[in-house]
């Protein structure tokens, strides 16, 4: 593929029939990288205002002590991290958090909990936290596990915007990540949330152990979805100590750039996050990700157990960047002052 080839037309949102196959992706995500960035970025030209980026403020509503095995995570039970099993927050100090969000410059705020799904009274307790945090003008979004029949219903009704719900990687590499739930029912809960009304958030990690083959082939599934993910979120893995991953490679950021590139090819109305493993990532990486079509990051300085970037350091990147947050779509108003 050369870099004056024609960039195809891009299919509407709604468009069933995103068929790619995935020798087709592969081909995409292995040709010179001069080429796929163009192409990405020419895609992401057409769609977005590239000088925007989308800001996410994520807080961790329920940490700890859940019974679920992926390898990856620090808030599983089975692993010894140092991450305490904590009780479910309260409204008022979660509408705090929010509060501090929105000064923050973010627009969206996503409420993470450890479970491997919420019981019916969690729902109606979480169902007030939406509430307050949507009538403080931010959007909302929430990762609580898998969902049960009616409950989508019941975050909508309360005002959800988003749910997240990954599927992490291939379906193939999968069972080496996680036991104790299948990928089924994790594609069961994302059909729940799209039946519901609910905005889908579904991405995945890289830095596994997985092949460029499982990238492509989780790409795949979520641009093949019947209607994709309006957020996709591109994780690198946060390696912690005590989980079974602690001691992987570096996810090498070439690689990682290909990913972001590939899932703006493919998903070009999606908002891309650059999610987890922004602390360890190079300015110049970061750069490269949003050139590839990431306008979606986690802002604030905690992800749900880990560090993310300190406020100073993503303002002087945006900065020197000229990116400007996408809160204000009308006024393109840099980020105020920031706290630390
Ligand atoms: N318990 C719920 C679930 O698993 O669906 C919601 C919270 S869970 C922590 C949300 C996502 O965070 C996971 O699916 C995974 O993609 C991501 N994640 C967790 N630990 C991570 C790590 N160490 N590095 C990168 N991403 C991670
Ligand atoms: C997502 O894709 N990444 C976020 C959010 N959705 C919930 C979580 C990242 C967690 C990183 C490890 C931690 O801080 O515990
Ligand atoms: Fe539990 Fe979610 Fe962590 Fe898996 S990713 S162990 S389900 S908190």
Redesign the pocket.
């Known amino acids: 593929m050369s870099s004056d080839e024609t960039v195809p037309e891009i299919a509407p949102f709604t468009a069933p029939g995103h068929d790619w196959s995935l020798d087709e992706i592969l081909s995409l995500y292995r040709q010179p990288l001069n080429d796929l960035l163009y192409r990405a970025h020419t895609v992401h030209r057409r769609c977005f205002d590239p000088n925007r980026i989308q800001l996410s403020t994520l807080i961790n509503i329920k940490s700890g002590g859940?019974p679920?095995d992926?390898a990856?995570?620090?808030?599983s039970v089975r692993y010894k991290t140092g991450v305490d099993s904590e009780a479910l927050m309260s409204c008022e100090q979660v509408l705090a958090e929010a509060r501090r969000a929105k000064a923050s410059g973010a627009s969206r705020f996503c409420m993470?909990?450890?479970?491997?799904g919420p019981k019916d009274r969690d729902i109606d307790r979480v169902a007030e936290m939406i509430s307050g945090v949507r009538d403080l003008g931010l959007e909302t979004c929430v990762?609580?596990?898998?969902l049960k029949p009616g409950q989508a219903e019941q975050l909508k009704s309360a005002g959800l915007d988003y749910y997240?719900?990954?599927l992490?990687t291939s379906e193939s590499f999968y069972s080496s990540i996680i036991s104790t739930r299948t990928y089924q029912e994790r594609l069961d809960t994302l059909q729940r949330v799209r039946d519901a009304g609910i905005n889908v958030c579904c991405?995945?990690?890289i830095g596994m152990g997985e092949s460029a083959e499982d990238r492509a082939a989780l790409l795949q599934t979520l641009a093949c979805l019947p209607r994709q993910p309006e957020s996709v979120?591109i994780?690198?893995?946060?390696?912690?100590a005590g989980?079974p991953?602690e001691g992987e490679e570096d996810a090498d950021p070439i690689e990682l750039v290909r990913t972001v590139a590939c899932a703006r090819i493919l998903m070009p109305r999606a908002y891309v996050r650059l999610?987890?493993?922004r602390t360890e990532m190079s300015d110049s990486t970061q750069a490269l990700c949003f050139h590839a079509g990431a306008n979606s990051i986690f802002y604030g300085e905690k992800l749900?157990t880990?560090e993310n970037p300190q406020f100073s350091r993503d303002q002087s990147l945006f900065e020197r960047l000229g990116l400007v947050a996408d809160r204000d779509k009308t006024s393109g108003e840099v980020l105020p002052a920031q706290k630390t």
Do not use: F
Not at 72 to 75: D, E, G, M, W
Not at 112 to 116: N, S
């Open positions: 859940c679920e992926c990856y995570c620090p808030q993470g909990a450890a479970w491997r990762t609580l596990g898998m997240n719900h990954n992490d991405g995945g990690i979120p994780n690198t893995l946060v390696k912690v989980t991953l999610s987890a493993g749900l880990t």
